[in-house]
C-alpha cells in the first residue's frame, strides 16, 4: 500500500471540517467512547445522508460515499475530534456490508432506505450463554414450519438491544454433520412477539449490554440472509469487519490527545508532567504505537477492499494490538490523574454532580472508559481466540 501524502486530502479535510460546522451545536463536543443515544444517531444519520454521506464505509455501487482508506479515516478523525453523535457501527460497519455482498434485491429494498434514513437500529444476537469465543456451539433453534422460522434460545452481550428495532441473528437450522454447517442467519423485528429483552449492568455501570430471549419466536422464511447453513461463511465475512471496527482507531487518537493535554495541564510540583521523564517515555511510546496501528488499519481496510485473504489474518493481528492498546492508554490517563482518576464520574449521558470535584473538567468519563476497555479484549473475539487464528493462518501462509 502506499502511504505518500495525498495532495487532495487535505481538501477533502476541509470539506468534512466546512460541514461540521455547519452541525447544530447539540450535536458537537459529544463523548464519543459509548454509543449516542437513539435520538443522536437518528439526527446524525439524517444530515449525513442529506449530505450524501449516509454510508461513509461502503463503495459507490452500493450506495456508499466511495470514499479511499485515507479519506475515511479523515472522516472519522474529524468527527471524532469535534465529538459528532456516532453512527449505528452495527449497521454501517458491519450487517450494512453483509447486505450488500447477500442480501436478495427484496431484503435490500425492505431495509436499505430505512437505513439510510436512520429509521431502523440494529443490534447483533451472537454470543449466548457458553457459546462466545466457540461461536460455533451456539444453540439457537430455528425450526422450518411453512413460511416461517421458529425461533426458540437465548443470546447474551447484545448490545443495544433496548434500542434496536432489529436484530441480525444466528441461529441453528440443522444439528446434524459439522456444527458450523448448521448455522443460518437470519434477519428478526425486535417487535415480534416473543422477544425478550433484559438488561445487564457492564463494569462501566452502564446499560449497553443485555440478555436477549427468544420463545417460539415467529420469523418469515424471506427475512433468512444467503442460504440456509450459509451462515457460518456469511459470519466470517462480517467477523473481519468487526475487528477492523473494535481498534477504534478514533477513539484510540482522542484517548491519546487527552493525554498530551494532561502532560501540559497536570502538574507535579513546579514542573509540568510532561517534563518528568518517565512520562514523557511513557507517553512516546503510546504515540508511537499509536502510529504503528493506524498503518495496519490503512492496511487491514485496503487488503479487504481487494478481498485478499491476508486481510483477514491482519485483521486478527489488528484486534489484538489495538485493543491492548486501549487499554495501556486508558490506564495512563488514570495513573496520571492520580486520585482523582480513581472516581467513579457519572456515566457520560447522566448529569454531573451538583458539586464539582477538583479536575473534573479533566476526569469526567476517564474512570469510564478505562473500565469499559478491560472489556475490549474479549467481546468482538479473545485476544487468545484471536492469536490462535494467527498462529494457524500464518502457518497455512
Same mark, same amino acid.
Given at each position: ?261 494532561? *502532560?501540559? =495541564? ?5 514542573? #509540568?508532567?510532561? $517534563? /518528568? @521523564?518517565?512520562?514523557?517515555?511513557? %507517553? &512516546? !511510546? ?55 482518576? *480513581?472516581? =467513579? ?5 447522566? #448529569?454531573?454532580? $451538583? /458539586? @464539582?470535584?477538583?479536575?473534573?473538567? %479533566? &476526569? !469526567? ?33
Amino acid at each position: 500500500m502506499d502511504f505518500q501524502p495525498d495532495a487532495g486530502l487535505e481538501a477533502f479535510r476541509q470539506d468534512v471540517r466546512q460541514f461540521i460546522a455547519q452541525v447544530p451545536a447539540e450535536l458537537k463536543g459529544l463523548q464519543r467512547c459509548v454509543r449516542s443515544t437513539r435520538e443522536q444517531i437518528q439526527r446524525w444519520q439524517q444530515l449525513l445522508d442529506a449530505q450524501g454521506w449516509g454510508a461513509p464505509y461502503w463503495a459507490t455501487e452500493h450506495g456508499g460515499t466511495g470514499w479511499s482508506v485515507p479519506q475515511i479515516l479523515v472522516f472519522d478523525d474529524e468527527c471524532s475530534a469535534a465529538g459528532t453523535p456516532t453512527q449505528d457501527g452495527f449497521v454501517q460497519k458491519m450487517l450494512g456490508p453483509v447486505l450488500n455482498a447477500f442480501a436478495t434485491p427484496e431484503q435490500k429494498a425492505e431495509h436499505m432506505p430505512a437505513i439510510f434514513r436512520g429509521e431502523r437500529l440494529w443490534c447483533q444476537g451472537f454470543s449466548e450463554p457458553g457459546s462466545g469465543s466457540d461461536l460455533a456451539s451456539l444453540r439457537t433453534r430455528a425450526e422450518r414450519d411453512g413460511d416461517d422460522y421458529i425461533i426458540n434460545g437465548q443470546k447474551i452481550w447484545t448490545s443495544y438491544a433496548h434500542d434496536a428495532d432489529w436484530i441480525f441473528l444466528l441461529v441453528r437450522t440443522n444439528a446434524e454433520g459439522k456444527k458450523q454447517a448448521g448455522i443460518s442467519f437470519l434477519l428478526v423485528d425486535m417487535k415480534t412477539p416473543g422477544v425478550t429483552v433484559r438488561p445487564i449492568r457492564s463494569i462501566d455501570d452502564a446499560h449497553h449490554l443485555n440478555e436477549t430471549f427468544f420463545d417460539n419466536v415467529r420469523v418469515p422464511v424471506k427475512n433468512l440472509i444467503g442460504a440456509e447453513g450459509q451462515g457460518w461463511n456469511i459470519t466470517k465475512f462480517l467477523l473481519n469487519n468487526e475487528h477492523a471496527t473494535t481498534a477504534d482507531l478514533p477513539e484510540l487518537k482522542r484517548y491519546m490527545r487527552e493525554l498530551r493535554q494532561f *502532560a501540559t =495541564a497536570l502538574r507535579v510540583g513546579e514542573q #509540568a508532567l510532561g $517534563a /518528568q @521523564p518517565a512520562f514523557a517515555l511513557k %507517553l &512516546a !511510546r503510546l504515540d508511537a504505537e499509536l502510529q504503528a496501528i493506524t498503518m495496519l488499519v490503512q492496511r487491514v481496510a485496503r487488503l479487504e477492499q481487494l478481498h485478499d485473504p491476508a486481510s483477514h489474518v491482519l485483521g486478527s493481528m489488528l484486534k489484538v494490538r489495538a485493543t491492548e492498546l486501549q487499554q495501556r492508554i486508558t490506564e495512563a490517563q488514570l495513573e496520571a490523574l492520580g486520585d482523582y482518576g *480513581a472516581i =467513579a464520574y457519572p456515566h457520560p449521558h447522566e #448529569a454531573a454532580p $451538583a /458539586q @464539582p470535584y477538583p479536575l473534573q473538567a %479533566l &476526569a !469526567r468519563g476517564i474512570a469510564n472508559d478505562m473500565f469499559l476497555r478491560r472489556a475490549s479484549t474479549i467481546y468482538g473475539g479473545t485476544s487468545e481466540v484471536q492469536r490462535g487464528i494467527i498462529a494457524k493462518m500464518l502457518f497455512q501462509f
